[in-house]
């Protein structure tokens, strides 16, 4: 990752008014969220609680109850996300439907073309142990067999491998697909996987260009350029005819996967109050996507078209286009550019619709802040990904992440991709799988916060690989099936947490690099997915069986790691290597008695661009605003050595 950038402003910024700014800064030992009408503290004048007021910082999210948390544009800013989500849920699911296999296909043999369809598979297909063979025919010529007037097989005829094609059997997957029309089985059955894996190589690029974009040029136009992609190579996989043409055109439709959805999610994100955001960031998932992705399926169903599957699920993107009129810039993005006025114009438009008003003081507050922290940002050291790994913990802690995230990664887009070798009919059994996602991110909202990560964490993980495990055992598909999608239910939970687990351990100064950095990983884990599902051809448990080892395995790893429910969030490299150094491995958060502390409203730090560039580049759910420990984001500095007061945050 290129290290954060920095930002001149063009307010004025003279010397008096940036000491006493600065001087401000030091003597605010705890920032409070202020609201209108607040008065000032017992016991003080009240001249001097107002001048106090005026002199104190004001960052984006102290200016977001002035302008409305959750008011009426936040909401239809909310409804809004459900396209976006739509999209992500049809870029990255809908290949499984355009590359369905069917169970039952034999060789194609032209000179008996004239017969019925049972005629012909008795005459040219050989009986194996598993029933007629699917990638071998007799080696006699059927012409002479025909005039001969012979209509049963002879077992001691020469067998070899398919010379024409193949004929399928259409009556659980009612369409011809990609792979059924070029052949894409026995010999050649890797491709449907390989072309998968390359998917997931787009979507490594993808995320780092529109990451580029959406810092350098704002949400909206890597939001729009996102959906443009996914619409142009998902119309474009409809006219391939060769592995390599459709391949392209999935590397590139890969471009979109996640930004199509992401930038939205993160926008949103930026423009709802804190104690909104875990509502926001777990429903929007849990409704939308989840709403699509059962869709999807019935979608391929009843067009019954590979082709035309690829054209309704990619024309809708297109869309995007409409963005500009219907969603406003992120104004945190353009605080982040100098852009103070434009921002403020655009908070003015979230005042007329809900209903608010801003006094013009605050807004005078929030300039200087802004101007104070483009001085501070000014004489910040710059750091990078490299610096995690340069002391014992904290590099370990690092190492520790990337290999859970990937465990996670590898089993949650193994269950997805598995559903088709569970036996049952595919459409019903990944609808019914995909519909877990609404309970599971239900569940987590509510227990996060109170059970703690580590434990809840371990806890998903195990159970998902033992589900797993279980339904290798479980002769009977129906049963079989049921235990896989309690295993998706479990890992769907997993996901969730880590998503935002690396969030709240790395140190603030390379937060948002290190989590791109894990998330990269994730999609590295990704790409082998696919091929843990293949081995299926080699035995039907291999595939459950390696995904449930490698979750208990990941599950016990997480035990490794330090809880962060109810500490402070590291800020400095020397933070994030003593963080959680004093904790015990059993200690469980939920039994934890907790002392009786009067809890302090939740302030947010406007946010840096090195950080707002990164938390692009996450996963789908990977944005940083989702930690409900990101939101109190009260952490200790290393200064408190030297001065008792605690410095806030800034992401």
């Known amino acids: 990752m290129p290290p954060q950038e920095k930002f001149q402003t063009q307010l004025d910024k003279g010397e008096g008014a940036v000491a006493a700014a600065a001087a401000a800064c030091q003597s605010s030992v705890n920032l409070r969220l202020e609201v209108p009408g607040q008065p000032g503290q017992p016991g003080q004048p009240g001249q001097q609680s107002k001048e106090k007021d005026e002199a104190r910082d004001m960052d984006f999210d102290e200016l977001l109850p002035y302008v409305g948390e959750f008011g009426i544009y936040q909401r239809i800013l909310f409804i809004l996300m459900i396209p976006f989500a739509s999209f992500v849920a049809w870029v990255y699911f809908s290949q499984i439907f355009i590359t369905l296999i069917p169970d ?35 080696d006699v010529n059927y012409t002479q067999i025909l005039l001969s007037g012979n209509r049963a097989p002879d077992s001691s005829w020469p067998t070899k491998s398919c010379q024409h094609g193949w004929e399928f059997d259409y009556s659980d997957i009612p369409y011809a697909t990609v792979a059924t029309e070029l052949g894409w089985v026995c010999e050649y059955s890797a491709l449907p996987t390989a072309a998968q894996s390359i998917f997931f190589i787009g979507a490594i690029f993808g995320g780092l260009i529109f990451g580029w974009i959406a810092d350098q040029y704002g949400r909206i136009p890597a939001l729009i350029g996102a959906n443009m992609m996914g619409f142009l190579a998902g119309v474009a996989t409809a006219f391939s005819q060769s592995f390599w043409q459709f391949t392209l055109c999935r590397f590139f439709v890969g471009f979109a996967f996640d930004n199509c959805f992401t930038m939205m999610y993160i926008l949103v994100l930026e423009y709802v109050g804190p104690k909104w955001r875990t509502f926001v960031a777990n429903m929007s998932i849990a409704m939308f996507f989840t709403f699509a992705a059962c869709v999807l399926p019935w979608i391929a169903y009843f067009l019954a078209d590979w082709r035309m599957t690829c054209i309704a699920t990619s024309v809708p993107l297109v869309l995007a286009v409409a963005t500009p009129w219907l969603i406003p810039e992120s104004a945190r993005w353009l605080v982040s550019q100098n852009q103070i006025d434009r921002a403020i114009t655009i908070l003015g438009k979230f005042e007329r619709i809900n209903g608010t008003k801003v006094p013009d003081d605050v807004y005078k507050r929030f300039r200087e802040t802004c101007a104070k922290i483009c001085k501070e940002e000014e004489a910040e050291r710059t750091y990078s990904v490299l610096d995690l790994f340069k002391t014992p913990r904290l590099r370990n802690i690092t190492i520790l992440f990337i290999v859970i995230w990937m465990a996670i990664s590898l089993v949650f887009d193994g269950h997805v991709r598995n559903v088709d070798n569970l036996g049952l009919n595919v459409f019903v059994t990944f609808t019914i799988a995909a519909a877990t996602e609404l309970p599971a991110d239900t569940f987590l909202t509510v227990v996060l916060d109170r059970w703690g990560r580590r434990w809840l964490a371990c806890g998903s993980l195990v159970v998902s690989g033992i589900f797993s495990i279980w339904a290798c055992a479980v002769s009977n598909n129906i049963y079989s099936a049921t235990l896989a999608i309690l295993g998706r239910f479990w890992i769907n939970i997993s996901y969730n947490i880590g998503l935002q687990y690396a969030a709240e351990v790395l140190p603030t100064v390379v937060r948002a690099q290190g989590v791109a950095l894990i998330h990269i990983m994730g999609y590295v884990a990704s790409i082998l997915a696919p091929f843990v599902v293949y081995l299926d051809v080699v035995s039907s448990v291999l595939p459950l069986l390696l995904l449930g080892i490698i979750g208990i395995a990941g599950g016990f790893l997480t035990l490794f790691l330090p809880e962060t429910l109810d500490k402070d969030l590291p800020q400095t490299l020397q933070d994030g290597e003593n963080f959680g150094r004093n904790q015990k491995m059993w200690d469980v958060p939920c039994l934890r008695r907790k002392p009786e502390v009067e809890e302090t409203p939740p302030t947010f730090k406007t946010f840096s661009r090195g950080s707002v560039r990164n938390s692009m580049r996450a996963s789908l759910r990977g944005e940083t605003l989702r930690s409900s420990m990101i939101r109190r984001s009260s952490v200790k500095s290393r200064t408190e050595s030297t001065n008792p007061g605690t410095e806030v945050e800034r992401l």
């Open 104 to 138: 039952g296909h034999w060789c194609w043999v032209p000179e008996l073309e004239n017969l019925t369809v049972g005629q012909r598979r008795s005459l040219a297909v050989p009986i194996t142990g598993e029933g007629y063979s699917r990638c071998s025919m007799y």
